[in-house]
């Protein structure tokens, strides 16, 4: 028995197989993939041509996708050759909400503008998390967004959604 009462799982058996990181791996594996699927019909201009372009409108969906599918794919390896714990969800209210409020904010953005949109994001998850203090929420939620804007507009070239701002 290991430490703390648990039996461990034998080799090759499904509790095994499916763990949190294996099934946090695909899912994200998938995403990251389908990211990158999607570059050359979100990007028309260049796609995968110019992706060593930093200006290039296809650098940062790519290297993001790239991410996103190198990350899983070593947690997913991970996940199936070593015992992680058990799959499971304590608190699936919290994990809705966390999705519903970055599906939300997502398409938020198209119609109010990036900082908007953030800022109601940072705010809804800073007091969905415990955070009370309207003063720390607030300065959150306005100095997170436009430092993440300025940066991607003014240093790096990336434009975000500006909406009718």
Do not use: C
Request: zero cysteines; glycine letters at 12%.
């Amino acid at each position: 028995m290991q430490s703390g009462g648990r039996m461990p799982h034998p080799e090759g058996s499904p509790a095994r197989v499916v763990n949190a990181d294996t099934v946090t791996g695909a899912v994200t594996l998938a995403l990251g993939l389908t990211a990158l699927a999607m570059v050359p019909a979100q990007v028309q201009e260049d796609g995968f041509a110019n992706f060593g372009d930093v200006r290039s409108p296809a650098f940062f969906p790519i290297l993001s996708g790239a991410a996103v599918t190198l990350f899983s794919l070593a947690l997913l390896i991970r996940g199936l050759l070593k015992a992680a714990p058990a799959f499971s969800v304590g608190e699936p209210r919290r994990v809705l909400a966390v999705t519903g409020a970055l599906a939300g904010s997502t398409l938020l953005m198209f119609w109010v503008g990036y900082i908007a949109a953030a800022a109601v994001l940072i705010a809804t998850l800073s007091v969905a998390f415990g955070n009370r203090n309207g003063l720390t929420v607030a300065g959150l939620a306005v100095v997170l967004p436009v430092g993440i804007y300025l940066l991607f507009d003014g240093v790096l070239g990336v434009l975000l959604p500006t909406g009718p701002f």
